[in-house]
């Protein structure tokens, strides 16, 4: 397989300056979640100039591609890239920056598309040099619940064929480019959205004693549910709970009749998940109950936990160190981030692993979701390449 490393480092390297365009293109023309038609009819032209076959309209903008080896039968390996961009105005004065207001691709999804249709070239042009199917997936609507990948999967996915294993690939501004991260088993956590309402009697600042005050209320909930994972969860399962919005319309001296909490709860145990979901909606409904008020408790579950599958992500592991050297491999923590690549994770074997973007003498060091975030763009070299090496073999 040397030869084949070697011609797919050379078409890497040869592909490259397309790829660089097509990410500026991504990135000058963003579009919300549901809303990638553009972005769709994009890749689409793509996969048409590099003669591959493809379906669209899956989760109504989604597109999955279809390449074939020498010799079609036996395994098929999927890869995926998601195509949403987020409601963040880019602070950025790079020639390729946003051109469409309050939107940009903060979280690196141009990237996945761009590499993945890199990779997409590469595996046309040695298809002849490989056995099996390899499966493309474009797919929307990776920031917004219920998540794209559910939306896919339900619509079939995962069929015609069914993947043997599953890889995604995204940016990782903490790692170094020319380097990936990747972690065996559990790595990111399920996450839910809390909705809470409080109510209870508003009246005067002056005279709370004939008002339910359901600030005050509102506040002791806050506080009590936060023994849901300080006493009631075991340390061995991370989780959280947070809220990180509170609103009560009254004013300095109006205590209002109804006060909302929004939060989020992350773990990584669907049995504890669903213990905590109950814990919440008891212990928030007590407490109100106790100080006079009500509330009513809205719980939006979201993604699941992302597994990475073991034997999968060690053969990842063994060829991304045969193609970069075991010093551009990173091991990753857990992480209370989510993703809804875990959808698939939950289907069939899986991988996600990190692509380094980050180039400190450059100044490219801003987390994703922000306004300044920037990748060095030489890791769409290694995205594609590395993309490409691992699924071929992967399909042995």
């Known amino acids: 397989m040397e030869t084949l490393k070697s011609k797919i480092q050379n078409l890497s390297a040869e592909y490259f300056p397309e790829v660089q365009s097509i990410r500026r293109y991504l990135h000058q023309h963003p579009e919300l979640s549901m809303q990638e038609h553009q972005t769709s009819s994009f890749i689409q032209k793509k996969l048409g100039e590099y003669g591959i076959e493809y379906t669209k309209g899956i989760a109504k903008t989604g597109v999955v591609a279809i390449i074939k080896g020498r010799q079609p039968g036996g395994k098929t390996i999927a890869l995926r890239a998601d195509m949403d961009a987020l409601p963040i105005e880019e602070a950025s004065q790079a020639e390729y920056k946003s051109t469409i207001p309050g939107i940009m691709h903060a979280c690196g999804h141009d990237v996945h598309m761009a590499s993945l249709l890199g990779t997409a070239r590469i595996l046309q042009s040695t298809r002849q040099h490989w056995a099996g199917i390899i499966k493309l997936i474009f797919q929307p609507s990776e920031e917004s619940y219920p998540g794209g990948a559910s939306l896919m999967i339900g619509e079939g996915v995962l069929k015609n064929p069914v993947p043997d294993g599953i890889f995604g690939q995204h940016v990782a501004p903490q790692i170094e480019a020319g380097k990936v991260g990747i972690r065996n088993g559990m790595y990111m956590a399920s996450t839910d959205e809390v909705y809470i309402t409080v109510e209870g009697k508003g009246g005067h600042a002056a005279t709370p004693h004939l008002t339910i005050d359901p600030v005050l209320i509102a506040s002791h909930i806050v506080v009590a549910l936060q023994q849901i994972v300080s006493r009631n969860n075991t340390p061995w399962i991370p989780t959280v709970l947070s809220f990180g919005r509170i609103i009560g319309e009254g004013r300095m001296n109006v205590i209002p009749a109804k006060v909302s909490l929004d939060g989020t709860i992350r773990t990584f145990d669907e049995k504890w998940r669903a213990e905590a979901h109950e814990k919440i909606r008891r212990i928030a409904r007590g407490v109100a109950v106790s100080m006079g008020g009500n509330c009513e408790v809205d719980i939006k579950e979201g993604y699941p936990f992302l597994k990475n599958d073991e034997a999968l992500s060690r053969q990842f592991r063994q060829l991304a160190t045969s193609y970069l050297g075991e010093e551009n491999i990173v091991d990753l923590d857990l992480a209370m981030t989510a993703e809804d690549f875990a959808f698939y994770s939950q289907q069939i074997p899986a991988c996600f692993y990190r692509l380094g973007t980050r180039n400190e003498?450059?100044?490219?060091?801003?987390?994703?979701?922000?306004?300044?975030?920037?990748?060095?763009?030489?890791?769409?070299k290694t995205g594609m390449g590395l993309m490409t090496w691992v699924a071929v073999n992967a399909l042995t």
Not at 361 to 380: C, M, P, Q, W, Y
């Open 361 to 380: 003498k450059a100044g490219i060091t801003s987390n994703v979701h922000t306004s300044s975030f920037d990748i060095d763009e030489r890791s769409l």
